[in-house]
Structures are given as structure tokens and as C-alpha cells.
């Protein structure tokens, strides 16, 4: 539970003063520090249950190879997988994000030919997601339009190449597939996020107004803005493969995470830990804006997205820059 809600350290104490751990309680903490970016931690605890006498089963295996995924552990996953019998597809699924993640991307597309998973449309997914984390904007447009054939009805498909022509300037393109998407039928997801601020749950939405301290926080995120601006911080100006069409036309400080940050700095006293939940993947620039205000302010900061736990502290990110 505390793994899963953002508070690791709660549950290596509560792991630690288990004095009869088994297969269960080792690969609950390898799969937690897995989501909290902490790969060579989880693979640490797998050898150390290895050493116990406690014999891994295939969840073990399976949560030590996304651990190896969160720290790009390549050879080290290499090793895990062979040590798995039959592996399942999210078993493959994770070879390849570990590749691609360690900007291997001939190796990982050598692994889904060998393994015969080249048309699935969650392997062609995780090399998008490796052409993201890596600017390959060239590769990222084949692996959409091939997951558009796959899956010609998922919406964030559409808007995953629209946001690459935006980035390009093919503003044509842009306007052709939004009027594709609506010929279709189809309804991109909306981003929101989620803060508790004194046992009450607090929603935003993108560029949301409708909060009863909307005026004071747009004001707290644009005082952080003009700073960090004096300070020399540039925001990119790179939209590529970024999940949600309605972000893309927002300035950062509108975003649904970043609104949450805001509440949660005027609302939460100082010290304590700002914890906020999207229901996407946080984009490159609220990233670097949280990164820089985990520092300027002084505070921690965990957002966990679609994917994975980000702990902000210093001006650092637990993921590594890899997500």
C-alpha cells in the first residue's frame, strides 16, 4: 500500500521489520522500487532474496526485469529474462522498453523479430515510447502511423502524430487529422490531476478556472514562471509525442499537474511533501519546471503519472530524465 501510494520509505520500514520475509514480500518491494525509479535498489533486493535461500517464481522474475527496465540495467535484464520459462507478453514487452530505454534500438527491434511480436500493438507502443524518451521524431512518426493500422480506433494515437507534425511546423497535417478524428468519431482522453489537501481530494483539468483559489494559484505558477525566466531556465518548445491534444495548446503553468503543484504550495505548509497523481504521462516541460521548483522552494515533490512515481528533490528527478 505505502509503495503504491508514494511512500517508499514507509514501506522499506515496514519490510525491514518483517523478520519472516518470503517470494511475496521481496518481489512487492522490487516491483515498488521499480515504480519509484529505484532499478538497481529492486535488483539488489532480488539477489539478496536469491542469497536468503528463497527461490524466485515467475512474478519475481518479472518484477526484477521492470526494475532493470526503471534503472536501464541491460545486461542484467538480459540475464533475468533468460531465467524465465515461459515467458508472457509483458515479459517481451519489458525487454524491449529496457532496450529501447538504453537507446538500443536495433537491438530491440532484433528481439521482436526474433521473438515474433512485431505486430502487437503494445510492442509498437513501447518503441514509440523509447523514440520519445530519445527525440527520434523521424522513427516515433513510422511507429504511429504502424500503431494506426494496428489500432486505427485509439484516438491518442491520431493525437500522438498530430503532436509530431506540430513540432515539425506541418501545420496542415495537423488540421487534417483533428478533422480525422472528429470524422471518426473518436474523443481524445483529457488530462486531469489529483492533490489531497487536508483529507479532501482536489481535481484539476487542463487549463482549469472552476477551483475556488484558481486567481491565487495561477498567480503563485507565474511568479514561479517570471523566476525561473530570470533565472535563465528556457522551457523547450517541443510538443513530440506528447499524449493529450488540448496540453499542447496550453502554456505549461495551465497544465493539470502543475495546477495541483500550485495548490498544493499555497495550501500545504512548508517541509512537507507535495503529492500529486495524473492520469497521463507529465510532459518535458512541467517535468523541468517541478525539477527547478523542487529546488528554488525547497521542497520534495512526488507526482506519479501513467507510469511510474517522480520524486523532485534538489532540482533532481528520481526517473532519471528516463520516463
Same mark, same amino acid.
Given at each position: 500500500?505505502?509503495?503504491?501510494?508514494?511512500?517508499?520509505?514507509?514501506?522499506?520500514?515496514?519490510?525491514?521489520?518483517?523478520?519472516?520475509?518470503?517470494?511475496?514480500?521481496?518481489?512487492?518491494?522490487?516491483?515498488?522500487?521499480?515504480?519509484?525509479?529505484?532499478?538497481?535498489?529492486?535488483? @539488489? !533486493?532480488?539477489?539478496?532474496?536469491?542469497?536468503? &535461500?528463497?527461490? %524466485?517464481? *515467475?512474478?519475481?522474475?518479472?518484477? $526484477?526485469? #521492470?526494475?532493470?527496465?526503471?534503472?536501464?540495467?541491460?545486461?542484467?535484464?538480459?540475464?533475468?529474462?533468460?531465467?524465465?520459462?515461459?515467458?508472457?507478453?509483458?515479459?517481451?514487452?519489458?525487454?524491449?522498453?529496457?532496450?529501447?530505454?538504453?537507446?538500443?534500438?536495433?537491438?530491440?527491434?532484433?528481439?521482436?523479430?526474433?521473438?515474433?511480436?512485431?505486430?502487437?500493438?503494445?510492442?509498437?507502443?513501447?518503441?514509440?515510447?523509447?523514440?520519445?524518451?530519445?527525440?527520434?521524431?523521424?522513427?516515433?512518426?513510422?511507429?504511429?502511423?504502424?500503431?494506426?493500422?494496428?489500432?486505427?480506433?485509439?484516438?491518442?494515437?491520431?493525437?500522438?502524430?498530430?503532436?509530431?507534425?506540430?513540432?515539425?511546423?506541418?501545420?496542415?497535417?495537423?488540421? @487534417? !487529422?483533428?478533422?480525422?478524428?472528429?470524422?471518426? &468519431?473518436?474523443? %481524445?482522453? *483529457?488530462?486531469?490531476?489529483?492533490? $489531497?489537501? #487536508?483529507?479532501?481530494?482536489?481535481?484539476?483539468?487542463?487549463?482549469?478556472?472552476?477551483?475556488?483559489?484558481?486567481?491565487?494559484?495561477?498567480?503563485?505558477?507565474?511568479?514561479?514562471?517570471?523566476?525561473?525566466?530570470?533565472?535563465?531556465?528556457?522551457?523547450?518548445?517541443?510538443?513530440?509525442?506528447?499524449?493529450?491534444?488540448?496540453?499542447?495548446?496550453?502554456?505549461?503553468?495551465?497544465?493539470?499537474?502543475?495546477?495541483?503543484?500550485?495548490?498544493?504550495?499555497?495550501?500545504?505548509?512548508?517541509?512537507?511533501?507535495?503529492?500529486?497523481?495524473?492520469?497521463?504521462?507529465?510532459?518535458?516541460?512541467?517535468?523541468?519546471?517541478?525539477?527547478?521548483?523542487?529546488?528554488?522552494?525547497?521542497?520534495?515533490?512526488?507526482?506519479?503519472?501513467?507510469?511510474?512515481?517522480?520524486?523532485?528533490?534538489?532540482?533532481?528527478?528520481?526517473?532519471?530524465?528516463?520516463?
Amino acid at each position: 500500500m505505502y509503495a503504491k501510494s508514494g511512500s517508499i520509505e514507509y514501506a522499506t520500514k515496514i519490510f525491514e521489520k518483517n523478520c519472516e520475509r518470503d517470494v511475496v514480500s521481496y518481489t512487492v518491494m522490487v516491483e515498488g522500487c521499480s515504480l519509484h525509479g529505484l532499478g538497481e535498489l529492486g535488483v @539488489s !533486493l532480488f539477489h539478496e532474496m536469491r542469497e536468503e &535461500g528463497i527461490e %524466485p517464481d *515467475h512474478v519475481a522474475y518479472s518484477a $526484477v526485469l #521492470r526494475a532493470c527496465k526503471a534503472g536501464a540495467l541491460v545486461e542484467e535484464g538480459k540475464l533475468f529474462f533468460d531465467c524465465i520459462e515461459q515467458p508472457e507478453i509483458e515479459d517481451y514487452i519489458s525487454m524491449v522498453s529496457l532496450l529501447c530505454r538504453a537507446n538500443l534500438f536495433d537491438e530491440a527491434r532484433a528481439f521482436i523479430e526474433e521473438h515474433g511480436i512485431v505486430h502487437c500493438a503494445q510492442t509498437q507502443s513501447t518503441l514509440l515510447d523509447g523514440c520519445r524518451m530519445h527525440r527520434k521524431k523521424q522513427m516515433g512518426k513510422r511507429m504511429i502511423e504502424q500503431l494506426i493500422e494496428l489500432d486505427p480506433y485509439n484516438s491518442n494515437n491520431y493525437v500522438l502524430l498530430s503532436n509530431i507534425y506540430a513540432s515539425m511546423g506541418k501545420w496542415g497535417m495537423v488540421s @487534417s !487529422l483533428r478533422e480525422m478524428i472528429m470524422d471518426l &468519431g473518436l474523443k %481524445p482522453m *483529457h488530462a486531469y490531476s489529483w492533490i $489531497v489537501v #487536508r483529507n479532501k481530494a482536489h481535481v484539476f483539468g487542463v487549463a482549469d478556472v472552476s477551483h475556488p483559489r484558481s486567481q491565487r494559484i495561477y498567480w503563485e505558477l507565474e511568479a514561479l514562471m517570471e523566476k525561473m525566466r530570470q533565472s535563465g531556465h528556457v522551457l523547450e518548445n517541443d510538443f513530440s509525442m506528447h499524449d493529450v491534444d488540448e496540453e499542447r495548446e496550453c502554456i505549461p503553468s495551465g497544465h493539470s499537474e502543475m495546477l495541483a503543484i500550485g495548490f498544493g504550495l499555497i495550501s500545504i505548509q512548508s517541509r512537507v511533501p507535495i503529492r500529486v497523481v495524473k492520469n497521463l504521462r507529465v510532459c518535458r516541460n512541467c517535468h523541468s519546471m517541478a525539477e527547478w521548483i523542487s529546488k528554488f522552494v525547497d521542497r520534495e515533490i512526488v507526482l506519479k503519472d501513467r507510469d511510474q512515481f517522480h520524486h523532485f528533490k534538489d532540482g533532481n528527478c528520481s526517473c532519471g530524465e528516463l520516463w
